[in-house]
Every structure is written in C-alpha cells, then in structure tokens.
C-alpha cells in the first residue's frame, strides 16, 4: 500500500469494515421498504423522512433506533446515521445492543472521516466490553481511525488486540498486515496476511496487499505470481457486476 488515497476504499471497511467490514452494515431495515405506487423509491428524501417518523415515537426502542440508523447508512446519510446510532446507545438496555450502537456510530462518523469522532465512539463501544464479539470489530476499526488521525503507534496495538479477541477474525489479520508492512516489518506481515487469506479474505485486495509484501521482501517471482491471481479475481469481480447490471436492464 503506497498510495494512501487508493486504499481509502477497501480495507479497514470491506469484509468488516465500512463496506462488507461492517457486517452490522449488511441489514436491510423495513423502513426500507416503500411502496412503489405512492413512492418514487429512487427518492432518498422521502425515505428519510420515513425513517424520521420512527424517531418521534414516544416508545423509545433501542433495537429499532438501530434499524433506523443502518437505515441512514443504506442511503448515505451518514450524519443522520451518527445521531441514531447513539440515541440507540443511550435508550439500550442491553449491553450487547449498546456495543453495536457505539460501533456503528464509529463507522458512520468514519465515513464522514471525522476521525476524531469515530476514535471517541469505538472507545465507548470498548469500554462497555472489550472481549464481547463485538470487541474485535471495534478495535479493528478503532485501529483505522488512529491511523488516520495519525496515532500510528497506537492503531497498530489496537490491531494487534483485535486478533487477540478473537483469532479467526480474518480482517483484523488484514488490518495487522496493513500496519505492519507501512512500518516495514514484512515477515510479520507477510505471516498475517496470510492468515487473513487462510480465513477467507482470498480477494483481490488481500492478495494486492500480499503482492506488495512480497516485493518488500524481494520475493519477485511469487510476488508476480500473486498480483496475476488477484487480477484475476479481479476481472471475475467486475465480470459479475457486468452480467448483474445486465440482467437488471
């Protein structure tokens, strides 16, 4: 990874970061749901003022503040998605509801890059638990976000502690890999990373981040054999979006 700007996209959030990353993310709430014959559903404003209507309820639920800030986050209204996400914190009663609430909150102010903000959330979501299965996505993207703030040192402990919660987490490897590489301990990183595609990261992105590693190392004829993989996959990726669109139309 030598071009920060490229890699903005995928790795502390895809698989379980902010694209697939977040898994939390992957919900597609009711509210969601227009009908047609009243709706334009290509009008994001009228399903936000759908999901706004669940906010006045007088019986506040957690779980469905919840629902309604993934909500946010399927149309991009991040800001709206912050608010939510910690009303939904400050109304839970359990602990486990709480945790995915402040984590979530992370992640929206992440994708708003208000990094200062996201740090503080994943903190929270931390010290209500920090061995709970939400603990390791936590510190993964609490990782994230002190690397883009600038807190090297410190995000590279908190990644380190995300395998440590929980082994198999295969984008908390990822992450671990990513840190390790910048700081130029390839070894390590090519032994994490390799961890993180053992686990079911084999995309193109790990393999790219594997392909770099490699050259790091002077490892050229595998490093090349790698980046062929992974345009590859790649290519099949896009091949699929193609025939989707395709069968849309």
Known sequence: MTDREDDRDHRFSEGAGFGDPYEEFDLDPPELDVDP???DPVDSRVVSDL????????AVDAE???EVGLGYVEINRFEQATGTFERAARFAEDDGLEQEAWVNKGVAHAELEEYDEAIGAYREALAIDDASKHA???ETNLAYALWE???????LEHAERAVEVDERFAQAWYNRAFFLHERGLDEEALRCIDNAIRLGMHDAPALEEKTRILEALGEYDEAEAVAEEANELRERAEQRLVEARDGRE
């Open 51 to 58: 999901l706004d209507e669940r906010q006045l309820s007088d």
């Open 64 to 66: 469905e503040l919840l």
């Open 136 to 138: 390791a996505t936590a």
């Open 149 to 155: 703030f600038g807190e090297t040192t410190e995000a």
């Open 37 to 39: 014959s009243k709706v």
